[in-house]
Every structure is written in structure tokens, then in C-alpha cells.
């Protein structure tokens, strides 16, 4: 995927991670970051599960989950 490619995925999936963990997004640079991040989070939990992603749409599933799973983990560490 190209550069552009991987910042609209990188947008929409931490948009989406945001929407569903807390009700709002993180802001532009951050849902990026969180979606890209949350890309290769992602696409390594979907490996050990034997899952691979196509298109684009499987590119944004596969990033939205990992990006989901980081909030979650984040959220858990600032509590203690």
C-alpha cells in the first residue's frame, strides 16, 4: 500500500476505535497513529488466529480491531 493509503486506513480505523471506546475520536494525528499502530496489532492477532485481511476493507477491519485492542490495553495501564 502506498503512503496515502496507509494514512486514510491509519484515519478511519482510529476514527472508529475512538467512536466505539470512548464515544469520540482522538484527534486527526492521533487516530491516524492509533489506526496505523492498531494495523500491525492487528494484522499480528489475526496471524496467530490463522486470519489474513484483503482489499481495503480487510486492511480496515484488521487495523480497527488492533487499534480497539491498544485503547483497551491503555486504558487498562492507566488505571494502576
Do not use: E
Request: net charge positive.
Amino acid at each position: 500500500m502506498g503512503f496515502i493509503t496507509w494514512m486514510v486506513v491509519g484515519l478511519i480505523a482510529g476514527w472508529l476505535a475512538g467512536q466505539v471506546m470512548k464515544g469520540g475520536g482522538y484527534g486527526i494525528l492521533m487516530d491516524i497513529i492509533l489506526g496505523i499502530l492498531g494495523g500491525l496489532v492487528g494484522g499480528w492477532v489475526f496471524g496467530l488466529l490463522g486470519l489474513h485481511a484483503s482489499g481495503l476493507l480487510g486492511t480496515i477491519i484488521v487495523s480497527f480491531v488492533g487499534a480497539v485492542i491498544l485503547v483497551w490495553i491503555s486504558r487498562l495501564v492507566k488505571k494502576k
